[in-house]
């Protein structure tokens, strides 16, 4: 079993900056990769950003590219995501996610094991 507990998340004008932070516990972190889902209201869940077990690559959804940065601590158990030039579409509730199975950065729910219980963006005009 692994725990995620994501925190971080907020209000924030648009054209700002957030930092959410997701923080790991149970089996060895650096045997998963991470990856950051988000659900905004009346839509499907969706891929946001991922990162290797390493951390030496990542995945990123085209709309988030050059704006959204994923990093990961394996002796601390983080991974992290930098959100900047934040837009209103970004709003969403923003979760992290683990997976073991396979080598590559899913980019599907059903690809993850673990989640975190969400944490809120919210991005006003």
């Known amino acids: 079993q692994v725990q995620l507990v994501e925190s971080g998340g907020g209000l924030v004008q648009a054209g700002g900056s957030l930092r959410l932070s997701c923080a790991a516990s149970g089996r060895t972190f650096g045997n998963y990769a991470m990856a950051w889902f988000r659900q905004a209201p009346g839509k499907e869940r969706e891929f946001v950003v991922g990162?290797?077990?390493?951390?030496?690559?990542?995945k990123s959804a085209d709309f988030v590219k050059g704006r959204f940065t994923i990093s990961r601590d394996n002796a601390k158990n983080t991974v992290n995501l930098q959100m900047n030039s934040l837009k209103p579409e970004d709003t969403a509730v923003y979760y992290c996610?683990?997976?073991?199975?396979?080598?590559?950065?899913?980019?599907?729910?059903?690809?993850?094991?673990?989640w975190g219980q969400g944490t809120q963006v919210t991005v006003s005009e």
């Open positions: 990162i290797s077990r390493s951390g030496g690559s990542t």
């Open positions: 996610a683990a997976e073991g199975r396979q080598l590559r950065i899913g980019i599907y729910e059903y690809e993850y094991d673990y």
